[in-house]
């Protein structure tokens, strides 16, 4: 089992920047890869980051060269960071973790909110 907890959501501006924390705890020795989705209302959840053991980081093209998925192993937290952010950026925002013996674990979310 693995238990997650997102943070660092909030409204911003259009062109400015975010940083999402996804704090994991219980069994995070074995867990695979960790990502990030989001899910704008209306729209089904779209998977946009993925950094998989070992560092190797998957991206979405709609947010390819503006986001940035990193880990803090000590930590067992992975971050991201967001520039440029875009109206369209708008969503709630899930951390997600893969287990492959149990299957994926999910946050609450955070709500990211892009608007002047």
């Known amino acids: 089992q693995v238990q997650l907890v997102e943070s660092g959501g909030g409204l911003v501006q259009p062109g400015g920047s975010l940083r999402l924390s996804c704090a994991a705890s219980g069994s995070t020795a074995s867990i695979s890869q960790m990502g990030w989705y989001r899910q704008a209302p209306g729209k089904e959840r779209q998977l946009i980051a993925v950094?998989?053991?070992?560092?190797?980081?998957i991206y979405d093209d709609s947010v390819k060269a503006r986001f940035t998925i990193s880990m803090d192993n000590a930590k067992n937290t992975v971050f991201l960071q967001m520039n440029s952010l875009k109206p369209e950026d708008t969503a709630v925002y899930y951390c997600?973790?893969?287990?492959?013996?149990?299957?994926?674990?999910w946050g609450q979310g955070t709500q990211v909110t892009v608007s002047s």
């Open positions: 950094i998989i053991e070992g560092g190797s980081t």
């Open positions: 997600n973790a893969l287990i492959p013996a149990t299957g994926a674990y």
